[in-house]
């Protein structure tokens, strides 16, 4: 990937390009006007590309020419950019599979704000802002500027971390075409991409029109097909893992860490086939064969009494329903036309339609230690053995561990549909000033289709089989049976009839609007008015916008009557108007050590439906020390107002992995003071001294929900940096800019294992609101229920340095074009209560929050040759933060994962007839994961989990 560096709107290339000409135009033609340029990261028109905040610029090839499947992809591997919704782990939640959200610094993809040239862009995730590229058209991208410090002020709310902005080719002309087919190395994982764009000048070039049509599509790639990640692991205590006991005087050694993560092991307390259990005692009683006879349950002698890890041990491979690549299909139309109605207007229109489908494949419905999935003595599918066992053992019913995957993994498959329109008038209307109106309508619809859901009241019937007079085998209930009642055999893989499976499933579909209105008018002068240091520069305007968003969930599944969670729906609106300006101000000018001194001021002022009266500023700095060196600095402070989901969505039922602390294996990790608190406190909730339970190994129920009354998240960001060009080095350029953003009254949902730590350890005892939000069954004590909903009660703050080199220059007989991009992370710190000052957990350095990653390009073009060469560092990384390794300093022998380094490489050949050929490789020394991760988690997925990528580009320009 070839990154281009900008001080501005341009790479160092064109900046070098730009220097030469403003110092020809001083020599030789004084009294020409000089071009004015609209500057990345204000609105002001200046001369020259100087931009007063923090940016890094990609060109649009760079986007288009790798084996990625989209541009978020490609964005995703720059060290500013979080992987926090990318392919790969995009189906981590309900609703977002194939969605791709770009999330700057890694601080939530609500706080970065995606623009199109400027303007905003209709939402694809319901009740956010947050935008899918997949939305943009690839073809036609010029540039992406991505931008940090002082945002909100100029480009509006959502900008708190900064903004990233598409700036799109303006005139088309001529016919691209283009085709990329890619194959894996280390599994049966293809993409292919298409482009087409074709536009011409009309009316003897006052106008121009142009259309595109894109598609793009990959296969899902399982687990289990890539090498990488087919193997099951499991943690074991240490001595289990072992065979022997843990010295006493090593519990905090890392050599000797609590548990051991071993290969070729997992559950074997639930199967694909049924694991038998005894509900009285729940012991382990067997496993169903195909037949529905049964079968001893073999652990050996590694077994913790949940996972085994012996050679043969009957483990289930939960990976075998994780899909790391999700089957992706994407079409995009664009249409576009600008006519200058005079010589000083010009009008333009644009079009886009995009649908995008992505699918999920998750873990098929399953039942782990439910009371309600039993199988009764006289089950006419009963193997008369397993009915002798049941005799022998007194037991009128048994209980059954089963994942169904005979019934079928659940699928879930979304589909975006986006629309949008824009159009608007531009240009001067004097001399000196600019004008841009404009009207933008987007809209986007969802639907989530939800295959195999399970009915709950129709498998319960279908499972409670038995024989009617005449021998037939039947549902017990005679109104089941009214109703169509299949009887189903769960006892064994496949023993279930396609019948039954159509009795005990239903599809279940949701779906979503999202709507967006905005008109802005934004006026400009660069030349308001002179001082002695040169011109006054101002931009100002007004802004209205109108968001909507709706869900409306499947009117049975919202019922809780199925397996998949009973979803809230929202309706939610809000409209904003805004007034803004920009001034910049040059105060000083050719005197000793300042070539130019100019300070830069934004304040955006907000009017919203929601949240009343909100205010955004920002002050700035630009120093030009000299012609080769300058310095920039910016103050700002911004607003996040929030959304409509945080606002209005319904209370949903979600599940989350907790454990639960009053158990005793729980009260034996802690100090005698921290274990008399914690356990008089349990049992003040009525949890008994000796309770000790694995039911927390399943994920327990949870309600979450919006909450009207919350306040904007209130953040103030710093920006110092230098940019260094030199005259005696012709083509190199060197920027380092440090960052700080932090984030107060950040909407934060509580954590649930937080809500049970805080009461359960509360000094004070149980009568907290925290331990209001918990229910307990009063016969098990088991968790049943944990609330949760949103609040403003974090903070957030982030700081490190960027560093980006460029170096182009001539050798070898042709072109080189060389970069250096890097972000070292100084802190990333996340107070879960803001007024707890220090009660936080810095996260630098943790998987996720990187402390170093950087990205070198090199391009070398020989005649119609172009070799390019790019390689990414990331490195090594902590997996428990330093707040939970103070607690526990050796919770596993997995502590960390080493240096990454990943290698993309291609060659091409452009013909002189505008045929273009290019043979590419992505992780060209197939580099493999690191650890035991699959690559799909948020901070995971920054390492590739396809391998060694080959594609082929074949291309016509004309």
Not at 540 to 547: F, I, P
Request: net charge negative; proline share 4%; charged share 20%.
């Amino acid at each position: 990937m070839r990154l281009a560096f900008a001080f501005g709107a341009a790479s160092s290339m064109l900046l070098a390009g730009a220097v030469s000409a403003q110092t020809e135009t001083e020599d030789t033609a004084e009294n020409e006007a000089v071009e004015r340029i609209q500057v990345t990261g204000s609105r002001i028109l200046r001369e020259g590309a100087i931009a007063p905040s923090p940016v890094t610029v990609i060109s649009g090839e760079d986007l288009v020419n790798t084996g990625a499947m989209n541009i978020g992809e490609v964005l995703n591997k720059l060290p500013a950019l979080a992987t926090t919704f990318s392919l790969a782990n995009s189906g981590r939640f309900i609703g977002t599979a194939g969605v791709s959200l770009l999330d700057l610094r890694g601080m939530g993809t609500d706080r970065t704000l995606v623009l199109v040239d400027g303007k905003r862009h209709v939402a694809s995730s319901p009740g956010t802002s947050s935008v899918d590229t997949n939305t943009i058209p690839s073809a036609w991208i010029d540039r992406v500027e991505i931008i940090t410090g002082g945002a909100s002020a100029v480009y509006g709310a959502d900008a708190v971390t900064g903004v990233v902005n598409f700036v799109l080719k303006k005139d088309i002309t001529g016919l691209n075409v283009s085709a990329i087919k890619g194959f894996a190395d280390n599994s049966s994982y293809q993409n292919e991409k298409y482009t087409f764009s074709y536009g011409q000048d009309f009316a003897e070039g006052r106008g121009n029109a142009a259309f595109s049509l894109e598609y793009n599509s990959q296969n899902s790639l399982n687990s289990l097909d890539n090498p990488w990640t087919a193997t099951s692991y499991a943690a074991f205590p240490y001595a289990v893992a072992t065979g022997q006991a843990r010295p006493a005087d090593q519990v905090d050694s890392e050599a000797f860490p609590d548990r051991i993560t071993l290969p070729n092991a997992g559950y074997y307390l639930i199967s694909n086939q049924g694991t038998v259990w005894d509900p009285f005692t729940g012991d382990i009683l067997g496993l169903f064969n195909s037949d529905s006879s049964m079968r001893d349950v073999y652990a050996g002698p590694i077994d913790d009494g949940q996972f085994c890890a012996s050679p043969g041990c009957d483990f289930l491979n939960l990976r075998q329903y994780s899909e790391i690549q999700p089957k992706f299909e994407r079409f995009n139309y664009n249409f576009k036309v600008n006519y200058d109605v005079t010589d000083d207007l010009n009008a333009y229109f644009e079009a886009k339609y995009s649908k995008t489908e992505g699918e999920n494949i998750g873990q098929p419905f399953f039942r782990f230690y439910s009371g309600a999935n039993v199988i009764q003595r006289d089950n006419a599918f009963l193997d008369p053995a397993v009915g002798a066992l049941m005799d022998e053992m007194d037991l009128p019913f048994i209980g059954v561990n089963k994942m169904y995957n005979d019934i079928g993994r659940r699928l879930e498959e979304n589909t975006r549909e986006t629309t949008r329109f824009v159009v608007g008038l531009t240009g001067d209307i004097s001399d000196d000033w600019s004008m841009d109106l404009s009207f933008v309508y987007g809209k986007s619809e969802i639907e989530r289709v939800n295959a195999a859901n399970v009915i709950l009241a129709n498998y319960a019937n279908a499972i409670d089989a038995v024989f009617d007079d005449a021998g037939n085998i039947v549902c017990r209930s005679e109104a089941a049976r009214a109703d169509g009642c299949v009887a189903a055999n769960i006892m064994g893989d496949g023993a279930i009839s396609q019948q039954a499976i159509d009795y005990v499933t239903t599809t279940s579909i949701g779906t979503s609007e999202i709507e967006q209105t905005v008109f802005n008018a934004t006026f400009t002068n660069s030349a308001i008015y002179e001082l002695p240091a040169g011109m006054v520069g101002f931009a100002g305007g007004l802004e209205y916008r109108d968001e909507s968003s709706v869900t409306i969930e499947d009117p049975f599944a919202k019922t809780g009557a199925t397996f998949f969670n009973a979803l809230g729906e929202t309706d939610g609106s809000y409209d904003v108007t805004e007034a803004f300006f920009e001034l910049s101000v040059p105060l000083l000018a050719d005197v000793f050590l300042i070539d130019t001194l100019v300070f830069d001021t934004a304040v955006r002022y907000a009017d919203y439906s929601t949240i009343g009266d909100a205010t955004s500023w920002k002050l700035g700095l630009d120093w030009t020390i000299t012609p080769e060196l300058r310095a920039r600095f910016t103050l700002s402070e911004a607003i996040r107002a929030p959304n409509i989901d945080e606002l209005f969505s319904g209370q949903s039922q979600s599940f989350a992995g907790v454990d639960d602390k009053c158990k005793v294996s729980e009260l034996d990790l802690l100090a005698p003071e921290g274990r008399a608190i914690r356990a008089a406190n349990c049992a003040a909730l009525g949890v008994p001294a000796d309770f000790d339970s694995n039911y927390d190994a399943a994920t327990l129920e949870t309600l979450v929900g919006g909450n009207p009354g919350l306040l904007p998240e209130e953040s103030k960001s710093i920006t110092a940096g230098i940019v260094y060009q030199p005259e005696w080095l012709e083509g190199f350029s060197f920027t380092a800019d440090y960052w700080e953003i932090d984030i107060e009254d950040t909407i934060s949902g509580i954590g649930f294992q937080t809500i049970i730590d805080r009461c359960v350890d509360s000094p004070t005892g149980v009568n907290n609101q925290f331990c209001a939000l918990i229910t307990r069954d009063p016969a098990t004590s088991e968790i049943t229920l944990i609330r949760g909903f949103a609040l403003n009660i974090a903070r957030s703050l982030n700081s490190g340095v960027d560093f980006e080199f460029g170096y182009d220059f001539d050798a070898l007989g042709g072109r080189f074009n060389t970069s250096f991009i890097g972000t070292y992370l100084i802190e990333s710190k996340d107070y879960p209560f803001q007024d707890e000052p220090d009660n936080f957990t810095d996260f630098q350095g943790v998987l996720g929050d990187e402390t170093w990653q950087g990205s070198i390009s090199i391009d070398y073009k020989y005649n119609d040759w172009v070799v390019a060469w790019n390689t990414r560092f990331i490195n090594g990384v902590e997996l428990y933060s330093p707040t939970s390794l103070a607690a526990n300093p050796n919770p596993s022998n997995e502590m960390r994962y080493g240096s990454y380094f990943i290698t993309d490489a291609s060659v091409g050949y452009n013909f002189e007839n505008g045929v273009g050929l290019k043979l590419g490789i992505d992780n060209l020394f197939n580099r493999e994961l690191p650890g035991t991760t699959t690559g799909t988690g948020a901070g995971s997925a920054i390492y590739d989990n396809i391998g060694r990528f080959a594609y082929v580009q074949a291309s016509y320009k004309f």
